[in-house]
Each structure stands twice: as structure tokens, then as C-alpha cells.
């Protein structure tokens, strides 16, 4: 029964996580102009290797502050990778984020739910464009330069720009007559969809749009973390 109340109570925090998410999305269309110059799904697929490569990076990252080497990142060492990265946001909102991207309910965050976790972080803390831009240092760079792209890529996706993605649309764009994704038949394309839409609902946040978006891009070692 304990176990019941602390579970409705975190499915509460990740709901307004949820919705919070769901409104920075709809407000950084201004500030991702980036998204209107993506025509079509090749325009993406073309970004893959810089963002393959930003993800090694990450993975660099993720690997200096494991410090006890156990393949996860625990609290303790979240919080010293947030401080140089000069990621800010209070204690109880990491600690929200932390259950919510620990989605294998492992309490420990492997490298996929670290680039997650770090996105997310990033997004909600992230000052208006204008006011950061004296910080320039190379922690801020390195997650600017993956993740602005990524943000791109969902703000694209979300043609009726409500923050979250729907079935049709994704679709659509995925089976775009010109430019085919991988030239998918169509059960394929609704295969893509549906990798991302765990509650089944025919709408996908950020947070599942990261995840398997991670696994489109690829990884060179990503059997070392999607198996384990
Ligand atoms: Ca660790
Ligand atoms: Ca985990």
C-alpha cells in the first residue's frame, strides 16, 4: 500500500513534468528557428553523423562522472556533472527529472536515459537565448550543439506546434512522397510511431521522441547499453 501512494505521488510530479515539457516545447518554437529550414526527413538524416558524433561525446561525459565505474549515474554524481556544465535547476526539480527518465526503474540512469535526463535539464533550465550568451564555456557548448538540433527535429515533427506529436502528422511527414524515410512501406513508418508512443495515446512528448531517436541515430556502442 506504501508503495501505491509514493507511486501515484511520482505520477503526479511526472505529469506536470509532462505538461511543463509540453509548454516549453510550444514556446521554444521561437526560439529554434532552426526547425523552418528542415524540409523533409533526408534534411534530418543528413545530421546524423555531427549528432552521432555529439553523442560520443556525451558518452565521454557520462563515463568521467561514473566515478565508482558502475555503468550508472547516481545522484551524487549527477549533481557535480550539473554544476560544470552550469545546468541550474532547484534540487527538487533534478530529483523529478532523475525517476522520470529512469524509465528501466533501475534508480540508476544509464547513458540513454543520461543523454535524456541531460536534454531535458538542459531545455527546462536553459535562460532565454539573449541572457546566456555571455556563458560560452565548453561544457554549455558541448550539450548546446547536440541538442539544439534535436529540439529541431521534434519542433519540425510537431506540425500543429502544441508541444507534443501526433500520429497523422508524424506519419505524414515520415512517408513524405519525396523524400520516403529510408523509403519505408507504410507499416514501417507506423512502426516508428508507435516505438515512441508508450501510453498508446497517438501523442508523443520530448521525453519519448528523445528516446527513440536516440536509437534512430545510432550509436557505434549501442548494443553495450540497449542490451544491458
Ligand atoms: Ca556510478
Ligand atoms: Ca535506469
Redesign the pocket.
Known sequence: MFCCCVSSENNKKYAELDSKLERKMVESRRNYPGHRSLKSMDSIIMKFPTLREGLRNIRNVFESY?????G???ME?LKKCLEELKLSLSEEEVKGLYGWCDVDGSK?IQFNEFVVLLCLIYLLAKPSPKSSAESREMGPKLVESIFDPIAEVFLFLDKDGKGKLNKADVIKTLNNEDYPFERSPSHVTNMRFEEMDWGRKGKVGFREFLFAFMSWVGLDDAEDYMSS
Do not use: A, P, V
Not at 561514473?66 to 558502475?70: L, V
Open positions: 561514473d566515478k565508482d565505474r558502475n550508472t549515474i547516481d554524481e540508476g
